[in-house]
């Protein structure tokens, strides 16, 4: 079994700030890419951020400059710095990831269940 779980998440005002961990666990022989994705109500999900095992970073549009994407190998965890929010940035948020289990032949994305960011203005 691979499990992600997430924490962080929370009730902060407009130009606060936020860091949302995931750290995923289980029969882990690799992970590839990890990521996060929001979810705001009555909106399809969204990519914010992904950060490769190697190589450059990516983020939306609107989380640049205010979000920062970091991985911790050796803890198989990935963070999403969150500063400068806004209330748009209101979703729940999920981290994914793509590993390689010990017990497939192939990689696939797994899901976290999700934590709830609420930004007042």
């Known amino acids: 079994q691979v499990q992600l779980v997430e924490s962080g998440g929370g009730l902060v005002q407009a130009g606060g700030s936020l860091r949302l961990s995931c750290a995923a666990s289980?029969?882990?022989?690799?992970?590839?890419?990890m990521g996060w994705y929001r979810q705001a109500p009555g909106k399809q999900r969204e990519l914010v951020a992904v950060?490769?095992?190697?190589?450059?970073?990516n983020y939306d549009d609107s989380v640049k400059g205010r979000f920062t994407i970091s991985r911790d190998n050796a803890n198989n965890t990935v963070y999403l710095q969150m500063n400068s929010l806004k209330p748009e940035d209101t979703a729940v948020y999920y981290c994914?990831?793509?590993?390689?289990?010990?017990?497939?032949?192939?990689?696939?994305?797994?899901w976290g269940q999700g934590t709830q960011v609420t930004v007042s203005s």
């Open positions: 994914t990831a793509n590993i390689k289990a010990y017990y497939y032949t192939r990689t696939r994305d797994y």
């Open positions: 289980g029969s882990i022989f690799r992970i590839n890419a």
């Open positions: 950060v490769p095992s190697g190589g450059n970073t």
